[in-house]
């Protein structure tokens, strides 16, 4: 535009300058003084020909410039992109490139108590689940729990984050892979799937490969990490399948970062009723142990296709509610020789394999995991080799089966946000519900309902 402007003034001041030699020639004749003017104005005429020349190579030459920066910046910055994506490294959208993916957040697939997640494509074709969290300082907390948690870290069993976006006083995004066969809860109880939402009933055989996935998944935060991973909401809704039907563990908006020397961490109650460790609700601190306790209580679900606490209504009024505790009813059976009559009856009644020494070793594994006494409770790294059966389980001690998880049942007075007392039972009322009243943010995120 400004070489543009300048050419019209060059052209403008050189016929100027040519009629004026013309004015001249006709009222001074062939003078003195029209020679001198004359002289001068071809003089300027001259002057301002060679600067135009000269100003446009010289912007020539700095378009040509321009154009190979410019080329060169776009390879630079393929080439940064595609070392990002092979290491791993989350990328940063822009807010116009997550509305178009997602066709304006139009595919809801989860939404929690401050975040929904969105189905989206990329421009190159790839799925993704973009979760939108919201709120100022509690959207901000999670936000940065997650990418603490999942951005620097890489295994097959852990949910990938690839990228984010932030708007200045508005809502965070992650945006992760799509896992398509949505979260395990729809394929371990009965009547979660629905038509949006994959579901049915997991082999035997595919829950055992199932339970070793998560135990490896969370013996890698624990273990293998420069600072441990505490996930601290380890329940079937943040389990994904794949299309392989592996798991995928996601949803890390609860986690803290420990240091290799710590023991414990002090940290606000906010994780799922039913899955929460003791110490965690005594206000003890959390650790590893929080987690492990969440993994066994998930483990018998897994066993027995039904939520752990149930409670059976004898009418309508409240003080005739019948709790059923589905760990003591494993422990009854084992000492019975029982176990079978545990696992789950459509697996039993679609006369499908399984192997009763799986089942064995699995429960064995889940009492270990949710003994009371935060110090029986194996690490994740020897769950793994206990369930790959690498070393012998032993029977675990007998335990009070006493659920500190006044959640479940003080909700019936004070709501969800009542303080944590010790109660006998714990969790949820019917286990074809979902999670109703939780202060996790407890969705399936990535998974496609």
Same mark, same amino acid.
């Given at each position: 535009?400004?070489?543009? +402007?300048?050419?019209?003034?060059?052209?403008?001041?050189?016929?100027?300058?040519?009629?004026?030699?013309?004015?001249?020639?006709?009222?001074? $004749?062939?003078?003195? &003084?029209?020679?001198?003017?004359?002289?001068?104005?071809?003089?300027?005429?001259?002057?301002?020909?060679?600067?135009?020349?000269?100003?446009?190579?010289?912007?020539?030459? =700095?378009?040509?410039?321009? !154009? $190979? /920066?410019?080329?060169?910046?776009?390879?630079?910055?393929?080439?940064?992109?595609?070392?990002?994506?092979?290491?791993?490294?989350?990328?940063? #959208?822009?807010?116009?490139?997550?509305?178009?993916?997602?066709?304006?957040?139009?595919?809801?697939?989860?939404?929690?108590?401050?975040?929904?997640? #969105? +189905?989206?494509?990329?421009?190159?074709?790839?799925?993704? &689940?973009?979760?939108?969290?919201?709120?100022?300082?509690?959207?901000?907390?999670?936000?940065?729990?997650?990418?603490?948690?999942? &951005?620097?870290?890489?295994?097959?069993?852990?949910?990938?984050?690839?990228?984010?976006?932030?708007?200045?006083?508005?809502? =965070?995004? /992650?945006?992760?892979? #799509?896992?398509?066969?949505?979260?395990?809860?729809?394929?371990?109880?009965?009547?979660?799937?629905?038509?949006?939402?994959?579901?049915?009933? /997991?082999?035997?055989?595919?829950?055992?490969?199932?339970?070793?996935?998560?135990? +490896?998944?969370? %013996?890698?935060?624990?273990?293998?990490?420069?600072?441990?991973?505490?996930?601290?909401?380890?329940?079937?809704?943040?389990?994904?399948?794949?299309?392989?039907?592996?798991?995928?563990? &996601?949803?890390?908006?609860?986690? !803290?970062?420990?240091?290799?020397?710590?023991?414990?961490?002090?940290?606000?109650?906010?994780?799922?009723?039913?899955?929460?460790?003791?110490?965690?609700?005594?206000?003890?601190?959390?650790?590893?142990?929080?987690? @492990?306790?969440?993994?066994?209580?998930?483990?018998?679900?897994?066993?027995?296709?039904?939520?752990?606490?149930?409670?059976?209504?004898?009418?309508?009024?409240?003080? *005739?509610?019948?709790? *059923?505790?589905?760990?003591? @009813?494993?422990?009854?059976?084992?000492?019975?020789?029982?176990?079978?009559?545990?696992?789950? *009856?459509?697996?039993?009644?679609?006369?499908?394999?399984?192997?009763?020494? *799986?089942?064995?070793?699995?429960?064995?594994?889940?009492?270990?995991?949710?003994?009371?006494?935060? !110090?029986?409770?194996?690490?994740?790294?020897?769950?793994?080799?206990?369930?790959?059966?690498?070393?012998?389980?032993?029977?675990?001690?007998?335990?009070?089966?006493?659920?500190?998880?006044?959640? %479940?049942?003080?909700?019936?007075?004070?709501?969800?946000?009542?303080?944590?007392?010790?109660?006998?039972?714990?969790?949820? !009322?019917?286990?074809?519900?979902?999670?109703?009243?939780?202060?996790?943010?407890?969705?399936?995120?990535?998974?496609?309902?």
């Amino acid at each position: 535009m400004e070489d543009k +402007k300048a050419n019209i003034i060059a052209v403008t001041i050189i016929i100027g300058l040519i009629i004026f030699i013309i004015v001249a020639r006709v009222s001074l $004749k062939l003078s003195k &003084a029209f020679f001198l003017i004359a002289g001068a104005d071809i003089a300027v005429i001259l002057a301002v020909f060679v600067c135009t020349v000269i100003r446009g190579r010289y912007h020539r030459r =700095r378009r040509l410039l321009e !154009k $190979k /920066l410019v080329s060169e910046g776009q390879e630079l910055r393929i080439e940064y992109s595609f070392l990002r994506k092979v290491a791993g490294v989350p990328i940063k #959208f822009r807010h116009k490139e997550l509305v178009d993916a997602t066709d304006n957040f139009q595919a809801l697939l989860g939404q929690g108590a401050s975040a929904s997640v #969105f +189905k989206g494509i990329l421009s190159d074709g790839t799925s993704v &689940a973009v979760k939108q969290i919201e709120g100022e300082e509690h959207g901000e907390k999670e936000f940065k729990s997650e990418v603490a948690a999942i &951005a620097s870290v890489q295994h097959v069993n852990l949910v990938r984050l690839m990228g984010y976006c932030c708007l200045p006083g508005g809502p =965070r995004f /992650l945006v992760y892979e #799509f896992i398509p066969n949505g979260s395990l809860d729809s394929w371990i109880f009965p009547g979660r799937e629905t038509r949006n939402r994959p579901g049915g009933c /997991l082999s035997w055989d595919l829950r055992y490969r199932v339970a070793i996935d998560v135990a +490896k998944a969370l %013996s890698y935060l624990h273990h293998d990490c420069r600072s441990r991973i505490l996930h601290l909401d380890v329940k079937p809704e943040n389990i994904l399948i794949d299309e392989n039907y592996r798991a995928i563990v &996601a949803d890390f908006g609860l986690s !803290k970062l420990m240091g290799k020397d710590e023991s414990r961490v002090i940290t606000t109650i906010r994780g799922t009723k039913g899955y929460l460790a003791p110490e965690w609700l005594l206000e003890h601190g959390v650790s590893e142990k929080s987690d @492990i306790y969440s993994y066994g209580m998930v483990l018998l679900e897994m066993i027995g296709g039904r939520r752990n606490v149930t409670v059976i209504e004898n009418g309508p009024d409240k003080s *005739q509610r019948k709790w *059923q505790y589905f760990p003591k @009813i494993v422990r009854d059976k084992l000492r019975e020789g029982k176990l079978i009559e545990a696992v789950d *009856q459509r697996l039993v009644e679609a006369g499908g394999i399984i192997d009763e020494r *799986q089942v064995k070793r699995l429960v064995h594994v889940a009492l270990w995991c949710i003994q009371e006494r935060a !110090k029986l409770r194996p690490s994740m790294a020897q769950v793994v080799e206990m369930l790959e059966g690498r070393v012998a389980v032993d029977e675990p001690p007998d335990t009070q089966m006493i659920v500190v998880d006044l959640l %479940s049942i003080y909700e019936e007075n004070s709501g969800c946000d009542a303080r944590p007392k010790i109660a006998a039972m714990g969790s949820h !009322k019917d286990y074809n519900i979902p999670n109703s009243c939780s202060s996790s943010f407890a969705m399936s995120v990535l998974s496609g309902r």
